[in-house]
């Protein structure tokens, strides 16, 4: 099996990123980063490779933030 390259566009961060990142970035475990990400619906099947969209969940975790501030 080949080795995984990070690859992270100039312009900033990555657009999508695995469970692991997304878990670590969202410091949760597996079972709410999938919960979160199926919620934003931002899981991207490609093959058999899981992708996780950033800015739908970015999006998705500020309209929540937005709806316990009112």
Known sequence: MRQKVDRMPE???AITIGLPEL???LNSGRQ???KVAA???AKIKI???TLYHVGK???Y???L???QDE
């Open 11 to 13: 312009t900033g961060g």
């Open 65 to 67: 933030a937005e709806q």
């Open 61 to 63: 975790l500020d309209q």
């Open 47 to 49: 093959g058999r490779r």
């Open 32 to 34: 709410t980063a999938e």
């Open 57 to 59: 969940i970015e999006r």
């Open 39 to 41: 919620a934003a619906g």
């Open 23 to 25: 878990m670590a970035r």
